[in-house]
């Protein structure tokens, strides 16, 4: 990769994990796209972010339009001549119990975590190919590797962004591209302080390390796989669960 600036291009940008992502990869001197179905909500973050406007672009897409996914890749190349980082991020959970999920919940859920990943992971992956380098991060999750009565169509879409992961690693590493995901465990987000503290505190009574993780601690991960550092790993999943899942 030459001197000029990196971009990135960051899925799911409006709040929680991947909000904490592009923020630290704008602190780091990346120009961040920040691509959300959230307009309102994406704009307020990027403007956050940067005030100047000048290295965090909010981006509307719905991940769940093929057309609109191959828009913001060929959009971004156009605009900003490259793509070095892809962070697939944005996803729904849903924590319907197996006996529940209707056929729409179970396609709208794989259509966002799961189709959204390997379409936007073969468009930009074909640009990095040709650039000769590139990083990808997949976001997936605990749910991915443990079995939980419910959310069966978010651990299968989850379990999928591994599989991707791979696949991916595999054919894009004679290019100089790594592709790598992250499984967090629970994290700190709007969600979890909806929960009740006598839930909170069962949960943490699980976690070895004593508490719940931030969307913070995800991105410094994130931060690291992108980096010239992170020369020799690809294919890999890392786990970021507060030790729940050992292996
Ligand atoms: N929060 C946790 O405890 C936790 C745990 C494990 C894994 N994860 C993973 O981390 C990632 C981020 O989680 P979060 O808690 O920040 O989620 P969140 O719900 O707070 O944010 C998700 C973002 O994705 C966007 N999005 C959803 N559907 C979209 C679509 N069709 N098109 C475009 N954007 C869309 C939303 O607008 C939102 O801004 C997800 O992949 C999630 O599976 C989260």
């Known amino acids: 990769m030459n001197d000029a600036v990196k971009v990135a291009l960051v899925t799911g940008s409006a709040q929680g994990v991947g909000e904490a992502i592009a923020r630290r990869l704008h602190a780091e001197g990346l120009h961040v796209v920040m691509a959300d179905a959230a307009d309102e909500r994406n704009r307020s973050t990027a403007a956050d972010i940067d005030p100047s406007g000048s290295r965090a672009d909010p981006v509307v897409v719905d991940l769940r339009d093929e057309h609109a996914v191959a828009r913001v890749v060929e959009q971004t190349i156009d605009r900003l001549g490259r793509i070095d980082v892809l962070v697939n991020n944005a996803a729904v959970a849903n924590g319907t119990s197996l006996w529940d999920v209707t056929v729409d919940e179970w396609e709208n859920v794989l259509a966002t975590n799961l189709r959204a990943t390997f379409l936007l992971s073969r468009a930009v992956g074909e640009h990095m190919r040709e650039q000769g380098g590139g990083r990808i991060v997949n976001i997936s999750s605990l749910a991915a590797q443990a079995a939980r009565p419910s959310g ?38 709007p969600m979890m302080q909806a929960v009740s503290a006598e839930v909170r505190d069962r949960l943490i009574a699980s976690i070895p390390l004593g508490r719940i993780g931030s969307p913070e601690e995800v991105a410094a991960l994130v931060v690291f796989l992108i980096s010239e550092e992170a020369s020799f790993t690809t294919g890999a999943t890392y786990d970021i669960n507060g030790g729940v899942l050992m292996r």
């Open 152 to 189: 069966v169509h978010y651990a299968a879409s989850k379990a999928g962004i591994l599989a991707l992961t791979r696949i991916f690693a595999t054919e894009l590493a004679p290019h100089g591209v790594t592709v790598n995901a992250v499984a967090p465990g629970t994290l700190e987000t």
